[in-house]
């Protein structure tokens, strides 16, 4: 038995011709996240903890579609999520709905460590970010020219996107063209 | 979306998943990410993070699935996820990662890719997007 991560960018109708400039970075940041992750587990950190500074790390690049970079509503707005569990004890914390806060993930642990909850949603987890002094910033960091323009893209096909389909979908049997830089525009 | 699962020397698990959501979703809406055993999910067997298409990873229970199957049929960390993946969850809905206690790693999709990496204490490591 040894330690071991993994971690994910998202997964989707990622087209084999997706271009370099769309792929290196994403593939970069894997790496660097992958690394933090390893030298923390070397490092005896506990594995509540690797997962929390390595999805910590993947929130701030805006390559993926969580923190900065993350896509937007049918509004032109962002609503975050995230969950964090402990296998161990089997506790675990999640929110929804988030807008300002930085790091979604640590405000997921923070409902798991700090409540005697386990999901909290929208204005309840905004005034709990608040009350534990999370960091926080205007909604607009969230928001990258790429996902504005994704948003504009799907609001024309009248769909909704998951993360690098390249056919917007609403239900399972319509089907919209691909987008030509095959990057889907949904990050 | 984005994920971590992680397993220390001593068998220690965790999990932790964050993402924006769907492009263009309505305001209000939650997918699998923050719904424990959807999206995101831990015990002593194992450690579960999922992307995809949220309205089916909640349908499927795709996390908890995993830990099931091994937990009441036996199964190996492998064999769990792809029985999840592939034969419960509709194709081009789901990726998954996820590392069991005795430092098994497992990284499975039905979508076209995902990109992903994973780094074992042996010394593998890997960083990738499609199946081949």
Not at chain 1, 104 to 118: C, F, Q, Y
Not at chain 2, 17 to 38: E, F, H, Y
Request: aromatic share 4%.
């Amino acid at each position: 038995m040894g330690w071991a991560i993994a971690v994910h960018g998202g997964a989707g109708d990622i087209s084999r011709s997706l271009p370099h400039d769309r792929r290196q970075p994403r593939e970069e940041a894997l790496r660097h996240c992958l690394q933090i992750g390893v030298e923390a587990l070397q490092s005896n950190s506990p594995p509540l903890d690797v997962v929390e500074l390595v999805v910590r790390e993947l929130e701030n690049i805006p390559h993926f579609n969580a923190g900065r970079g993350s896509v937007l509503t049918s509004e032109g707005t962002v609503e975050m999520e995230a969950s964090i569990m402990d296998g161990n004890t089997m506790r675990c914390g999640a929110v929804s709905g988030l807008t300002t806060v930085v790091n979604a993930v640590s405000l997921a642990r923070l409902v798991m460590e700090k409540t005697p909850h386990i999901y909290l949603a929208f204005d309840g987890a905004e005034q709990f970010a608040r009350e534990q002094g999370v960091e926080i910033v205007d909604s607009s960091h969230f928001i990258t020219p790429e996902n504005v323009e994704r948003l504009k893209l799907a609001k024309e096909a009248n769909r909704v996107q998951i993360d690098y389909n390249a056919q917007p979908i609403q239900n399972d049997t319509k089907k919209e063209k691909p987008c030509a830089n095959g990057d889907s525009q949904i990050g | 979306t984005v994920g971590c699962v992680a397993v220390d020397s001593h068998g220690n698990l965790a999990s932790a998943t964050s993402t924006g959501g769907l492009v263009n979703k309505m305001a209000g809406r939650i997918g699998d990410t923050p719904v424990i055993g959807a999206g995101t999910y831990a015990n002593e067997l194992c450690a579960v993070s999922a992307t995809g298409k949220g309205e089916s990873i909640i349908r499927g229970t795709v996390a908890r699935d995993v830990a099931a199957l091994m937990e009441f049929k036996g199964l190996s960390l492998k064999e769990a996820a792809d029985c999840v993946v592939h034969e419960r969850t509709p194709k081009g809905t789901v990726g998954l990662i996820a590392v069991s206690a005795a430092g098994e790693v497992v990284m499975s999709f039905n979508t076209t890719g995902m990109f992903r990496g994973c780094a074992t204490e042996d010394g593998y490591s890997e960083v990738a997007i499609w199946s081949d």
